[in-house]
Every structure is written in C-alpha cells, then in structure tokens.
T-cell receptor, first 116, second 115 residues
Framework: GENVEQHPSTLSVQEGDSAVIKCTYS??????FPWYKQELGKGPQLIID?????GEKKDQRIAVTLNKTAKHFSLHITETQPEDSAVYFC???????????????FGKGTKLSVIP | KAGVTQTPRYLIKTRGQQVTLSCSPI?????VSWYQQTPGQGLQFLFE???????NKGNFPGRFSGRQFSNSRSEMNVSTLELGDSALYLC??????????????FGPGTRLTVT
C-alpha cells in the first residue's frame, strides 16, 4: 500500500520567515495530495491540495509543489504569523478502478511553531 | 453551510464495553470516511461509506464497524473495547461520487478514552 513520509517532525521559525514541509510518497499511481492544518482540540482543516496534472499551486501565503518523477511534494508558507502555529499533515490518494472508493494516507505530521 | 458534526465530543468507557459514535456530513455530501488518530500511529483510515454501502475498509480488526443511513449520517461502533482503542476518532465527508479523489472535510472528532 501507499506510504507517506513527512519531514521535519518539528519546525520553529521566526515570525515573517518562510516554512517548508516536505513529503514523499511510494505509490506512483497516487494523484491527489492535500495538506491539512490541525490546531489543538480541532479536526484537520484542508488548507490546500494539488493534483498530479499540476506542478504548483498557490493560495495567498501558501503554496504546494509536486515533483511526480521524484514522488515528493512540499508545502511552503511565506511571511509566517503566530496563528500559523499548528500541526500540518500531508496526505496522498489516488483514482480507484473499482467502485469509486478511495482513502487518504497521511504523513506523521509536522509541528510548526512561529515565534513572535 | 454547516460543517461536519460529530457526537459526542468526549467519551470515557471501560475495557470490554462497546461504543457508538455519530457523524453528520456536510449537506449534499454522500461519502463519509472514518479515521483513527493516535500519537503513535498518526491518522489511519478505518472505512468509507457511500450511499449506505461500505466501499473500502482499512486494516482494523472486526471489532470496528460502521454504517450509513439514507440521509448520509454515519455511525461507527467499536465492540469489546481495549485500552489501545483510546484515540481521537475523526469523520470526514466528501462529494466523492465517482472514481476521482475529492476534497475531504473533517469534523472536530470524538475523543474516546478507554480505562
């Protein structure tokens, strides 16, 4: 099955600096890669996603890049703010050939701390 | 539009008991997935339901089961609880009506503690 590795497990940055989180996946058939932000006591919140027919996607201060050949994708947060502090998860999924079911395989998470 | 709701938010049970958790998806979403989140194993897929049918199941023992109703609401049940079942149980809903992956939106979770 799919295996998703995520690095680093913890990341501390100064407010205003950029943060980068990297993930690799094992199944070359995976074609959908979402990123989630989870704050304490809450469920994961979808912040951005990318499909395999796109190499990069941006949404304000957040961007995701995908390298299908190397099977890795990254989350970039620019101009970090204290409210960006949370645990971030990458995930992978793929189109199915059967009844249409799919599942997300998650990385282990990155705890991001933005220091004011 | 209201988000995914889960009840109860917190639950304490004793080993050997059973528990039922409930999830109401976003209006119009017919796919509901369940995930278990623990510090050691992270987020792991339990199962997915679409139009009252289980379409996919993760690698969990048969003590974990679920169902979906005609209004897309879903329940999951864990029988003969073990200490290791203590976790945050998350429900996610999605449009997911064909074979392509769709965005999944998570609820706040149910924190289950087994003593």
């Amino acid at each position: 099955g799919e295996n998703v590795e995520q690095h680093p497990s913890t990341l501390s940055v100064q407010e205003g600096d950029s943060a980068v989180i990297k993930c690799t996946y094992s199944d070359s058939a995976s074609n959908y890669f979402p990123w989630y932000k989870q704050e304490l006591g809450k469920g994961p919140q979808l912040i951005i996603d990318i499909r395999s027919n796109v190499g990069e996607k941006k949404d304000q201060r957040i961007a995701v890049t995908l390298n299908k050949t190397a099977k890795h994708f990254s989350l970039h947060i620019t101009e970090t703010q204290p409210e960006d502090s949370a645990v971030y998860f990458c995930a992978a999924s793929k189109t199915t050939s059967g009844a249409g079911s799919y599942q997300l395989t998650f990385g282990k998470g990155t705890k991001l701390s933005v220091i004011p | 539009k209201a988000g995914v709701t889960q009840t109860p938010r917190y639950l304490i049970k004793t080993r050997g008991q059973q528990v039922t958790l409930s999830c109401s998806p976003i209006s119009g979403h017919r796919s509901v997935s369940w995930y278990q989140q623990t510090p050691g194993q992270g987020l792991q897929f339990l199962f997915e339901y679409f139009s009252e049918t289980q379409r996919n199941k993760g690698n969990f023992p048969g003590r974990f089961s679920g169902r979906q109703f005609s209004n897309s609401r879903s329940e999951m049940n864990v029988s003969t609880l073990e200490l290791g079942d203590s976790a945050l149980y998350l429900c996610a809903s999605s449009l997911a009506y064909d074979r392509e992956p769709y965005e999944q939106y998570f609820g706040p979770g149910t924190r289950l503690t087994v003593t």
